[in-house]
């Protein structure tokens, strides 16, 4: 069997429907030819890759929550760190990617560790704009829990900006969403802002 006869090139289940043709005619646009051997499965690839990085679309927070709240009392801080995501940004999809930070103060509900991780994938595998994304986890977090507060804070490098356009290498955008206790209590937003300051670039 040569890859051209690879079966898994009949499978299309895990592509976005379309988007096969689509970058064809992308490839012929940029000055390629479609047919030629190296590119023979690069539509298909494409189109699974975009399931992919578009995952977000086709699920929702419940989805990804499960059954991951939980009882509790306790009202310390957790902050969970270095959570690192991998986005598009909306204007020019082209990737942007960092780390996220989540802080919250319980209020009789937390919420499984690792479902962080899985709230920030699913607002980051879509078309996004940083700042979105910050509100979005803050806001699925506020509505999961109604916890005394909660704070995100996100490091972002876009390659938009570093590719193309003002081609800036070395900048990073920080952005951040405050909810309850972090926006109105000085110390509660200064704990976690030494817990996660540092540059994404700086570590
Ligand atoms: N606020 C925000 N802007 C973003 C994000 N990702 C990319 N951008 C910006 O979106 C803007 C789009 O600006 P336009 O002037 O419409 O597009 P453009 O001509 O390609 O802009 P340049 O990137 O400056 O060449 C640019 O300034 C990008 O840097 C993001 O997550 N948040
Ligand atoms: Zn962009």
Redesign the pocket.
């Known amino acids: 069997m040569t890859f051209l006869e690879d079966p898994t090139l009949k499978d299309d289940s895990q592509e976005v429907p379309g988007l096969n043709a689509l970058t064809r005619e992308w490839l012929s646009a940029v000055g390629e030819d479609p047919d030629r051997e190296g590119l023979a499965r690069t539509p298909h690839r494409v189109a699974k890759a975009w399931q992919h990085l578009t995952a977000g679309y086709r699920e929702t927070l419940a989805d990804v929550v499960g059954e991951g709240v939980f009882a509790a009392e306790g009202s310390e801080m957790v902050i969970v760190k270095d959570i690192e995501f991998y986005s598009m940004?909306e204007?020019?999809m082209l990737p942007?990617y960092g780390r996220a930070h989540i802080a919250y103060v319980p209020n009789r509900k937390i919420l499984g560790l690792s479902k962080f991780a899985r709230i920030v994938d699913l607002y980051s595998r879509r078309l996004q704009?940083?700042?979105r994304i910050t509100t979005q986890v803050a806001d699925a977090v506020q509505e999961l829990l109604e916890p005394k507060g909660v704070a995100v804070f996100m490091e972002g490098v876009?390659l938009?900006?570093a590719m193309r356009?003002?081609q800036k290498q070395n900048s990073s955008t920080t952005t951040s969403a405050m909810r309850g206790l972090f926006r109105s209590d000085a110390r509660t937003r200064a704990e976690f802002m030494s817990a996660v300051q540092g540059t994404l670039r700086g570590r």
């Open positions: 940004c204007h020019h942007f704009v940083q700042e876009h938009c900006m356009g003002v």
